[in-house]
């Protein structure tokens, strides 16, 4: 009978478009320079894993766990975190692409999202409080009916954030930046 989890391995240079990553939980592994794209997660759950120069562009997550999970310069445009298993999703992005992905309702406090590219993200109905944006391109990325209590936006830029539509208390930002908490309001700024 096969092991239901693999624990402290290193996976390098594998394109697993070709081949599927077995249904199981990984616990403490490194992923490094691996393609995922358009592959399906669905049944897997990742424990305390490190995703590095990752290609994981398109890739299905219904039904994929992420605990304590970070992703370095990893290729995400595209990814869907609407459906992934709500147990537990704590996820951490460093350097990565994450332009046009989707995270509906994802529950993401206090997650870190340092030098990365959102552009076209879509945060709708999501819980960020406390979440820090260090360093982010936020061009045309959509914030509606989400939680940015507390949350960090002091180092990143091109964000447009409707006050009235976000719950923003407490939200800390920086000059000149701040200004896109105005753009839905169509008034000239001298």
């Given at each position: 009978?096969?092991?239901?989890?693999?624990?402290?391995?290193?996976?390098?240079?594998?394109?697993?478009?070709?081949?599927?990553?077995?249904?199981?939980?990984?616990?403490?592994?490194?992923?490094?320079?691996?393609?995922?794209?358009?592959?399906?997660?669905?049944?897997?759950?990742?424990?305390?894993?490190?995703?590095?120069?990752?290609?994981?562009?398109?890739?299905?997550?219904?039904?994929?766990?992420?605990?304590?999970?970070?992703?370095?310069?990893?290729?995400?445009?595209?990814?869907?975190?609407?459906?992934?298993?709500?147990?537990?999703?704590?996820?951490?992005?460093?350097?990565?692409?994450?332009?046009?992905?989707?995270?509906?309702?994802?529950?993401?406090?206090?997650?870190?999202?340092?030098?990365?590219?959102?552009?076209?993200?879509?945060?709708?109905?999501?819980?960020?409080?406390?979440?820090?944006?260090?360093?982010?391109?936020?061009?045309?990325?959509?914030?509606?009916?989400?939680?940015?209590?507390?949350a960090d936006f002091r180092t990143s830029y091109n964000y447009s954030i409707n006050p009235v539509n976000n719950r923003i208390k407490k939200a800390k930002f920086s000059l000149p930046e701040v200004i896109g908490l105005l753009d839905t309001y169509d008034i000239t700024i001298d």
């Amino acid at each position: 009978m096969e092991n239901e989890y693999t624990e402290g391995e290193n996976f390098n240079r594998i394109d697993y478009t070709d081949r599927n990553l077995l249904k199981r939980e990984y616990l403490n592994c490194s992923f490094r320079n691996c393609d995922f794209s358009n592959l399906t997660l669905s049944g897997i759950r990742f424990d305390t894993c490190t995703f590095s120069g990752c290609n994981m562009s398109m890739t299905n997550l219904v039904d994929t766990g992420l605990q304590d999970t970070e992703f370095k310069g990893c290729k995400m445009v595209g990814l869907n975190f609407e459906n992934y298993s709500y147990f537990g999703l704590s996820v951490h992005f460093d350097g990565c692409n994450l332009n046009h992905a989707s995270f509906y309702k994802a529950q993401l406090q206090k997650t870190l999202f340092v030098d990365s590219t959102l552009q076209e993200a879509i945060f709708s109905g999501c819980n960020l409080r406390k979440s820090t944006f260090k360093g982010c391109n936020l061009d045309r990325t959509i914030f509606e009916d989400t939680v940015l209590e507390e949350a960090d936006f002091r180092t990143s830029y091109n964000y447009s954030i409707n006050p009235v539509n976000n719950r923003i208390k407490k939200a800390k930002f920086s000059l000149p930046e701040v200004i896109g908490l105005l753009d839905t309001y169509d008034i000239t700024i001298d």
